[in-house]
């Protein structure tokens, strides 16, 4: 009986890779850049005998762990015929990536029978809706911080390319901190007003936020919101057991 499962985030910019005993505790989680991914998991895989696995992926690169893992038969990659314990009523399930379902199996599992709204900023930032029936309803999607910062500087002529680590105060003070200043706390100012339109319809939503650039945005926020960065992850384990089933 293996000991293990292993969840796989394969994302745009980052790969993150969650280790699971089989009581569902999330024992460790690993972080990898897109070049070091594939050998790294390799590595884990070998260490714990291809333990039961699925991959949940949103960029082509990990076509070669698929590759390399294809005769092992313990890793189930998600698409959009993978059973999924809730009710998927998005109206293009073919379109829906595939992290976004796994983020509201996640939402269900943590807050049962409870409206859920689970806000991820990544390369984009989605909005993802689960109602207290078990319903995913879709959301919204809109541009991350990196996508924010380019696209001022490509369709301007004189705005620089700004990175979104710096001095951020709330009054810039030169067009670098002015920027800055525009996108991070104009995206907390979306996310907050965001969970004030779902909460005239829900008033008793639950909302969550993850994903890669949290950091850049949650001490922005007037009100704190539950951050659960593994959310996914454990979206991805409960989405395994249910095939296993």
Not at 63 to 74: R, V
Not at 115 to 129: P, R, V
Not at 210 to 238: F, P, Q, W
Request: glycine share 6%; hydrophobic share 40%; aromatic share 8%.
């Amino acid at each position: 009986m293996q000991n293990h499962r292993i969840a796989i985030d394969w994302g745009n910019t980052r790969v993150k890779v969650g280790i699971f005993q089989n009581d569902n505790r999330l024992i460790f989680v690993h972080n990898f850049s897109q070049e070091e991914a594939k050998e790294k998991i390799m590595r884990i895989m070998q260490d714990r005998k291809f333990p039961p696995s699925i991959l949940c992926s949103v960029h082509e690169n990990s076509h070669s762990l698929i590759t390399a893992l294809e005769d092992e038969n313990n890793l189930l990659v998600m698409d959009s015929n993978t059973k999924v314990p809730l009710v998927n009523a998005y109206g293009t399930p073919e379109t829906l990536g595939m992290d976004r379902l796994a983020l509201a199996v996640g939402a269900k599992e943590a807050f049962p029978n409870q409206d859920c709204l689970i806000i991820a900023a990544g390369s984009a930032i989605t909005y993802n809706f689960i109602q207290s029936s078990g319903f995913f309803r879709g959301g919204a999607i809109s541009p991350g911080i990196d996508m924010r910062l380019k696209s001022l500087h490509e369709y301007s002529n004189q705005l620089p390319l700004v990175e979104k680590d710096g001095y951020c105060p709330l009054i810039g003070h030169e067009t670098a901190t002015s920027i800055r200043s525009g996108v991070l706390y104009g995206i907390a100012a979306e996310i907050e007003s965001m969970i004030d339109y779902y909460k005239t319809q829900y008033p008793n939503i639950k909302s969550v936020l993850t994903g890669g650039t949290v950091s850049y945005i949650h001490k922005k926020l007037k009100n704190k919101i539950h951050m659960d960065e593994a959310i996914l992850l454990r979206g991805l384990n409960a989405i395994m057991i249910h095939n296993e089933k």
